[in-house]
């Protein structure tokens, strides 16, 4: 090796990072990947793992009502969040081990620092001052959360990183955000006990999903117990005798313990040298890539949510590895971003794929509905007032099923299943043709017969 010192430097060891670098160096490359923090990233250090653990700790409390119904006296259950938080960081840290020990084994070399480009080829290590000269580099930073407008007392405010590591549970949380992390902290903090307020700007939570979803979750949180507020900003924050004063727009004030914002997160692109690199952004302000993930700069590539593509996990990884088989495996390889499955996990759960009805009515000429809300069996001894709810958007012309929305219990297990099926193109009358599973709620899926409703489009003027 003459001018280089390796042939790939990976900055961020995230999910994108991780998978890229392994992949990388089983195809026979030397690698060299930087973490500033931890290695693993947001999924396993504040995101995906600690987020889902807290789902898992905050459904129990539903479970110990519900078996009521069915014969079970239970003494008062007594929840202890400093537990689950010591237990929550105890996996987080077996799980970054496990990380480091693949990595190692793999043969690439981890260096703790923050890295930072000095030129189209040149890596400086933060940590040490030390310049690495790569054939490659891979920018795999990821995203981070954007608190919004600077409101007085945002000092006051906490996002979804703070969130997952509160020394105290807070009995009275105020969360600003409607999409899924705000969701997915609201029916935390409320299946564990705390009094939860959602304030969200625009007119419904969930911005993107399906309408029927948006106003289904809607109610089942509210039907719990979560106050919802739409058409809403916190305007400011302060410190009072109790706890946090928050001011909204329509002149409430809401008094709780922790105020968190879950109002977007932005790719981590700033003070990383990008500039002196030549890489560009888009007009996102994220790194702007070809399907094969490469930047402007012919030899740098960028994976994961500092592209902003779909910021999920299993695509960052997808383009990690992609990008690792296209540079050093000798095969192109581009990631299908087309009808991603994805969960919510938010109490209902939710899980979809494809095309909402609205995105499909634009684009298809005719598009048939069918759906379903019923109580699962389950809930009939629970006792519990909650529904599911399952939606197939149809093409009315081909029969494609070209989207599916599910929210209920495992709706995340279910839609993986459902993913497969759309994606082998399957149509309503393929659904139709599989026998169900009884008594299940997903055998929804195969025996909805009557039309919910048809959608023609009108000619083009
Ligand atoms: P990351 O995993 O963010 O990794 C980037 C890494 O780069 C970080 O470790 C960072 O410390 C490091 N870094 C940044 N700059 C530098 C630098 N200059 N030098 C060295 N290191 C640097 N996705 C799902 O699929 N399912 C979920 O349920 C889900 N839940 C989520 C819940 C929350 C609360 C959050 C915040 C995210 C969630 N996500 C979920 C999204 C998912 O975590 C991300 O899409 C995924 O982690 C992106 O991977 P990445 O490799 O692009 O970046």
């Given amino acids: 090796m003459s001018d280089f010192d390796v042939d790939l430097f990976v900055i961020g060891a995230g999910s994108g990072g991780v998978r890229a670098a392994r992949i ?51 003494q008062r259950p007594v929840f202890d969040w400093p537990t689950l938080i010591a237990n929550k960081d105890r996996e987080i840290a077996r799980l970054e081990a496990a990380y480091v020990a693949n990595l190692e084994r ?13 030129d189209a080829h040149r890596v400086r290590l933060v940590a040490t001052g030390e310049v690495v000269r790569a054939r490659h580099i891979l920018i795999a930073t990821g995203g981070w959360p954007s608190l919004g407008a600077d409101i007085a007392g945002l000092e006051h405010v906490i996002t979804s990183n703070e969130a997952l590591d509160l020394a105290a549970f807070p009995k009275r949380i105020l969360i600003q955000g409607g999409g899924y992390i705000a969701v997915e902290f609201a029916g935390i903090f409320h299946g564990l006990g705390a009094e939860v307020t959602l304030v ?72 990383i040298g990008l500039d002196r690199a030549g890489v560009q952004l888009n007009e996102r302000g994220a790194v702007k890539v070809d399907r094969y993930s490469r930047t402007s700069v012919p030899h740098i590539y960028a994976v994961g949510d500092v592209t ?32 991603i499955p994805t969960a919510v996990f938010s109490e209902p759960e939710v899980g979809v794929i494809g095309l909402t009805e609205m995105e499909a009515r634009h684009r298809y000429a005719r598009v048939d509905i069918y759906k379903s809300s019923f109580r699962t069996l389950k809930m009939t001894l629970a006792a519990r007032d909650t529904r599911c709810f399952f939606k197939l958007v149809v093409d009315g012309d081909s029969d494609r099923v070209l989207g599916c929305h599910i929210i209920g219990p495992d709706a995340g297990e279910m839609i993986q299943l459902v993913g ?14 599989v026998m169900a599973v009884h008594p299940t709620a997903a055998e929804e899926l195969v025996t909805m017969r009557t039309k919910a409703a048809t959608y023609v489009r009108e000619a083009a003027e």
């Avoid at 593509?309 to 540079?327: K, M, Q, S």
């Fill in 200 to 271: 969200y700007r625009g007119d419904n939570i969930l911005r993107g999903f399906d309408d029927d979803v948006r106003e289904h979750l809607r109610g089942e949180m509210e039907k719990r117990g979560i106050r919802i507020l739409t058409r809403k900003l916190v305007e400011g924050v302060e410190k009072v005798d109790h706890g946090l004063c928050v001011s909204l727009s329509d002149h409430e004030a809401v008094v709780v313990d922790q105020v968190m914002f879950a109002t977007g997160r932005r790719p981590n692109v700033t003070g």
């Fill in 106 to 118: 793999s043969k690439v070399k981890i260096v703790r620092s923050r890295a930072i480009l000095e």
């Fill in 420 to 433: 497969i099926a759309i994606k082998m193109n399957a149509t309503k009358a393929d659904f139709d043709r």
């Fill in 308 to 339: 902003d593509r779909v910021n999920l996990t299993p695509v960052a990884i997808r383009e990690g590895h992609a990008f690792a088989d296209t540079v050093f495996g000798g095969r192109e390889v581009a990631v299908d971003h087309a009808d």
């Fill in 24 to 74: 990388a160096a089983n195809h026979g490359a030397t690698v060299i990947v930087a973490e500033e923090y931890r290695v693993g990233g947001t999924c396993v250090i504040r995101g995906c793992v600690p987020k889902k653990l807290l789902v898992y700790a905050a459904r129990f409390a539903d479970e110990f009502e519900d078996a009521a119904g069915y014969g079970w006296t239970l």
